[in-house]
């Protein structure tokens, strides 16, 4: 079964250990390409240089060392361990000619032996047709924004939370929003690529937004690292993703993300950002 999702995220093989793709600027945030599809890129490397049906992904950390911007990528894999049942891979993604870009260490595993639980719930929220969309128009009285190309890829609805031109005054950075693409990324058994979900995890810094409101200073966040654990499959168009900032200081912020589907955590990341301000 094909998908715009999948042709995006192809790789072609260039030498021993080198994948080549191109990005196109529909996934551009200010200005670069969010990073959450740079892993993305590097995951499909990875999957291809490691060609082992029986596993995985199970989790996978980022760290964007220096900026990629859309164009022709070079994408350089590392084999780091090859196991029975378990392995690990370490994969760069670049702009051609750049020192350095993201780099990202994953895990792929077959199905184990072990106990199962669930420790946490989603919160209750009204579904996605009740809930407004990212793409409404913003009251009257707030200033009109353009939209970021990735938006124009992805649907976000807010279900928890405040909007940023309510001035309630907040007291938590816990939100949540239905996120689906406008082509779901389906795979042949029904699931959503599991390379598409990381994508949706890399949208947490919003969090901290909804802990300290509306402020004089524009400022956006962008991300140190990422780190996704992936556990059940998707099964459902629309996935809850709720999202916090546990804290903030010097400069920096953590913050959290669950995404759910079908009542299912589908999967837990973390991310480490900085602020920047516009101002400046």
């Excluded at 780099?103 to 009204?126: H, K, L, M």
């Excluded at 300290?212 to 998707?234: E, K, N, Q």
């Excluded at 993300?257 to 516009?278: H, I, K, N, R």
Aim: glycine share 10%.
């Amino acid at each position: 079964m094909g998908n715009p999702f999948a042709d995006e995220v192809a790789v072609e093989p260039d030498a021993p250990g080198r994948y080549r793709a191109t990005l196109g600027p529909g996934w551009n945030l200010r200005p670069l390409p969010q990073g959450g599809i740079i892993t993305a890129l590097a995951l499909r490397a990875m999957e291809a240089e490691l060609d082992e049906a029986g596993e995985t992904l199970r989790t996978l950390s980022t760290m964007f060392i220096g900026q990629v911007a859309d164009g022709p990528l070079t994408i350089d894999v590392e084999v780091l361990r090859r196991g029975r049942s378990m392995s690990h891979l370490r994969a760069e993604v670049c702009n051609d000619g750049a020192p350095r870009g993201h780099v990202t260490t994953a895990v792929f595993g077959r199905v184990r032996e072990g106990f199962a639980f669930t420790d946490i719930v989603p919160p209750d929220v009204p579904p996605p047709e009740e809930c407004p969309s990212f793409r409404d128009p913003p009251p009257p009285d707030w200033p009109a924004f353009e939209p970021l190309p990735f938006w124009g890829r992805v649907e976000g609805r807010p279900a928890l939370g405040f909007p940023p031109w309510d001035d309630t005054p907040r007291t938590t950075s816990k939100q949540a929003f239905w996120y689906r693409f406008d082509e779901t990324p389906w795979l042949d058994d029904g699931t959503i690529d599991p390379a598409a979900v990381v994508v949706l995890a890399d949208t947490m810094p919003g969090a901290v937004g909804q802990r300290v409101g509306r402020t004089d200073r524009p400022w956006f966040g962008p991300s140190i690292d990422l780190t996704v654990h992936l556990f059940a499959p998707a099964t459902e168009e629309w996935l809850l993703a709720v999202n916090r900032a546990r804290i903030a200081g010097d400069g920096y912020a953590s913050v959290e993300m669950e995404l759910w589907s079908a009542g299912a955590l589908v999967a837990y990341g973390t991310q480490l950002m900085f602020f920047a301000f516009l101002d400046r």
